[in-house]
């Protein structure tokens, strides 16, 4: 890699950052672009990465000898296009992972939900027990600062997804399924579509190597027959207390836990509980922010899909008991919204009130049929109440007089932290450093 000039485009998604930050470890000249500044791309830079803000072909270096991009990118953009007119390998970004962690020994992590958490906790143990893994997360993770961690060339930690059955093109040793889903309906045509690609990753791993899941899961288990892997059942192992609440944290424990075990039985299990115990969380799931001047407090999570959406919001009303519990939620795409409309509105109905901005488009086309308006209404009609903010400006102000008895989880899968971020700002409380 060290001769090799590479270029990201959509260098500030959360994978793709992890991604440049592996090549350039590894002696290669990482640089890149995306349509905007965040968090993650001040990370980039802060590791020495060039950023272009925008998109433009004239950006890239003559002798670039190959083109990343992100899913989110489409054909036409005009740095994929000079990829093309010069001849340059272009490689989507499960492509070129997959070729920089194809030899050595690789943990993937997959599933509908839980993935970032449990790659964040293999990583912890791993690092914890002084094994040096290459992590590629989901996430910033916040002990080490970074969605991405430097370590020994022949095992690799990295989290894989499942949307247009990108996970295939890795190389998985132990392979972690934390549970299954219908979701990417904009891809996947139904459930039984979605089992057939984790039946496909399964048959990844080679007779040799290891399936970590739930194997008592209506959905997973009738996938794991043809196997030839050792497969551990993760439910039936025991955890210590974890300092990351929730029922789900404690799943995604017993699969960390799973994985580890079936990589290096060296590993005492007192010591793989210890680093379970004390492992913190990661950004974007149900993170502290800040408490504003009026004494409300501000959390954040990720939550796009309604099983992690009803979970989240019964953990801070476990948490927080008396507080008002205020969701500002931000739809992440009309294909997943209009599909499991009916269970966004049971879920979100939880909290004691909803703050609906409008829907995340991300990589689909407007669809006038799929509004934030109508969820409200749903939301009202099962019992909870809801109200619609056309910006996150609106939003802020309709969460400015909120008080001490008040908990404000922002949520969604996109840039919907930057409304409490920009609340703890105005109220002259300053956030939480992210990475």
């Known amino acids: 890699m060290e001769q090799e000039r590479i270029y990201f485009v959509g260098i500030g998604g959360i994978g793709m950052s992890a991604l440049a930050q592996l090549y350039a470890s590894k002696g290669a000249h990482a640089t890149g672009s995306d349509r905007a500044t965040s968090p993650v791309v001040e990370l980039l830079l802060l590791k020495g990465i060039e950023v272009f803000i925008g998109h433009d072909a004239a950006h890239i270096h003559p002798s670039t000898t190959r083109v990343v ?36 020994t690789s943990i993937i992590i997959s599933g509908t939900h839980g ?83 984790f039946q496909s990753v399964i048959a990844h791993v080679p007779p040799y ?31 210590p207390d974890l300092r990351a609440r929730g029922e789900f944290n404690r799943e995604n424990a017993r699969a960390a836990k799973g994985a580890v075990q079936a990589l290096f039985g060296d590993i005492a299990e007192k010591d793989i509980d210890v680093s379970l115990q004390v492992f913190t969380g990661t950004w974007r799931r149900f993170e502290y922010k800040g408490k504003t001047s009026l004494g409300a407090l501000v959390y954040d999570d990720y939550a796009h899909h309604p099983t992690a959406v009803r979970s989240t919001i019964e953990m801070a009303h476990e ?32 909290a004691d009130s909803v703050i609906l901005l409008p829907v995340y488009a991300a990589r689909e086309a407007y669809d006038p049929s799929v509004r934030s308006e109508k969820l409200a209404e749903a939301i009202s009609h099962r019992g909870g109440s809801a109200e619609y903010a056309e910006s996150f400006d609106v939003a802020e102000t309709l969460l400015e007089e909120k008080g001490s008895d008040t908990l404000i989880l922002t949520m969604g899968a996109g840039d919907v ?19």
Not at 86 to 95: I, K, M, N, Q, R
Not at 117 to 129: E, G, P, V, Y
Not at 340 to 346: H, L, Q, R
Request: aromatic share 10%; glycine share 6%; with cysteine.
């Open 69 to 104: 991009y992100s899913d989110a990118i489409p054909k036409d953009n005009s740095e994929r296009v000079w990829a093309r007119e010069h001849d340059v390998e272009e490689l989507s970004y499960f492509e070129a992972l997959g070729k920089a962690t194809e030899e050595g």
């Open 115 to 197: 993935k970032t958490s449990t790659t964040a906790m293999i990583a912890k143990i791993l690092i914890d027990a002084g094994k040096e893994p290459t992590v590629i997360a989901g996430s910033i993770l916040s002990e080490y600062g970074s969605n991405f961690v430097a370590g020994k060339n022949d095992l690799f930690v990295i989290e894989g997804c499942e949307y247009r059955r990108h996970f295939l093109h890795l190389h998985p040793t132990v392979l972690v399924i934390t549970n299954i889903e219908l979701d990417h309906t904009d891809y996947y045509k139904d459930l039984a579509d979605m089992q057939d690609a």
């Open 209 to 239: 190597g290891t399936v970590v899941t739930n194997t008592s899961s209506g959905t997973i288990a009738p996938l794991l027959s043809g196997t030839s892997a050792r497969v551990v059942a993760y439910q039936e192992l025991l955890v």
């Open 319 to 350: 948490e927080f008991p008396d507080k008002h519990i205020v969701v500002v939620f931000h739809p992440h795409l009309y294909s997943r919204t209009k599909d499991f409309f009916d269970g966004f509105a049971e879920a979100l109905s939880l």
């Open 417 to 435: 932290y930057q409304v409490g971020e920009s609340l703890l700002m105005k109220t002259k409380v300053a956030p939480k450093v992210t990475v």
